[in-house]
């Protein structure tokens, strides 16, 4: 089974830090996806990777960036949070357009 | 543009009731359909897919047919049980065949009551 893996479940930090949320797949997937979840807003992609060193804009960057530094992993960067990035992140990997696997997400708060 | 609407939640029902959630899409070309299930507190799984017209995803008991001619794909299922209970989500898979960038709807909450 494809296993996608997000570093935490639970994370606070303070307005103005920069966060660093992991997502590691062991599947060799080349697509790896970032989305936040909202409530009434369902899932809207953020960054997508569709090859080691390769990103490309999602629905809502601003405020975001990634690195794929490596095929099996993909982190968002929130460079200076603020609470409207208070969501469920999630991170998803596919391959040749078979769906996608997601990883557990992470409930991130910024105070 | 592309989208997908479904129907509004929550979906409350009583155990081996029959379920339907509408789904239609707006997308060119020929999509990938797909219905995926998040239970509470977890991420997202896939629950069932089809990727050209008249195709039938099926797993778990759930249907849903690729229905090109109406752009929908209605989720089914016979019998209901309260492990049902989750968010339902209908996507498509657009742009380049092999990205698989989704385009998720807003998600329909079921409640399965014994």
């Known amino acids: 089974d494809v296993k996608v893996t997000q570093s935490s479940r639970y994370l606070v930090k303070r307005t103005g830090e920069k966060v660093f949320l992991e997502c590691v797949q062991d599947?060799?997937?080349?697509?790896m996806f970032w989305y936040r979840q909202d409530p009434g807003l369902g899932l809207r992609l953020i960054y997508f990777s569709y090859d080691v060193k390769m990103k490309e804009k999602g629905d809502i960057p601003e405020g975001y960036s990634v690195s794929r530094e490596k095929k099996e992993r993909f982190s968002l960067i929130l460079e200076s949070a603020s609470t409207n990035q208070t969501s469920m992140y999630l991170c998803?990997?596919?391959?040749?357009?078979?769906?996608?696997?997601f990883g557990q997400g992470t409930r991130l708060t910024v105070v | 543009g592309n989208s997908v609407t479904q129907m509004e939640g929550p979906v409350t029902l009583s155990e081996e009731a029959f379920l339907t959630i509408n789904c239609t899409y707006t997308a060119t070309g020929y999509p990938s359909l797909f219905w995926y299930v998040q239970y509470p507190g977890e991420g997202l799984q896939l629950l069932l897919k089809a990727t050209k017209a008249d195709d039938k995803g099926s797993n778990k008991g759930f249907e849903a047919t690729y229905r090109k001619e109406t752009t929908s794909f209605h989720l089914e299922k016979g019998s209901v049980q309260v492990s049902d209970s989750a968010v339902y989500f209908c996507?498509?898979?657009?742009?380049?065949?092999?990205?698989?960038?989704?385009?998720f709807g807003q998600g329909t909450t079921l409640q399965v009551k014994p």
């Open positions: 599947m060799d997937h080349e697509n």
């Open positions: 996507t498509f898979s657009h742009g380049s065949s092999n990205t698989g960038k989704l385009i």
């Open positions: 998803a990997s596919s391959f040749m357009g078979q769906g996608a696997f």
